[in-house]
Nanobody
Framework: QVQLVESGGGLVQPGGSLRLSCAVS????????MGWYRQAPGKQRELVATFTSASNTNYADSVKGRFTISRSNAKNTVYLQMNSLEPEDTAIYYC?????????WGQGTQVTVSS
């Protein structure tokens, strides 16, 4: 079993920044893939950024150059630094982990980009 708890969402103006955190209930040292998805109202859940291995990451084209995924194995936490936020980034952001053939999801954190 793996529990994922997201935090850091909120309301931000266009051009602003937020950092999301995903606290994991066990060691993340060997958990891959692991990362972030999002779901906007009326749309399907989509990949934002993930670690596919210890040295490889994958980003959605729409966030490349603006978002950065990182992790702290010591803190069992994955982060998503989001800069230059746009109204189109408004969504519920979910942490995701694949471990022992099972997909795990957090409860999600709302990010709203609006003036």
């Amino acid at each position: 079993q793996v529990q994922l708890v997201e935090s850091g969402g909120g309301l931000v103006q266009p051009g602003g920044s937020l950092r999301l955190s995903c606290a994991v209930s066990r060691s993340i040292f060997s958990i891959y893939p692991m990362g972030w998805y999002r779901q906007a109202p009326g749309k399907q859940r989509e990949l934002v950024a993930t670690f596919t291995s210890a040295s490889n990451t994958n980003y959605a084209d729409s966030v490349k150059g603006r978002f950065t995924i990182s992790r702290s194995n010591a803190k069992n936490t994955v982060y998503l630094q989001m800069n230059s936020l746009e109204p189109e980034d408004t969504a519920i952001y979910y942490c995701y982990a694949h471990y022992n053939t099972v997909d795990y999801w957090g409860q999600g954190t709302q990010v709203t980009v609006s003036s």
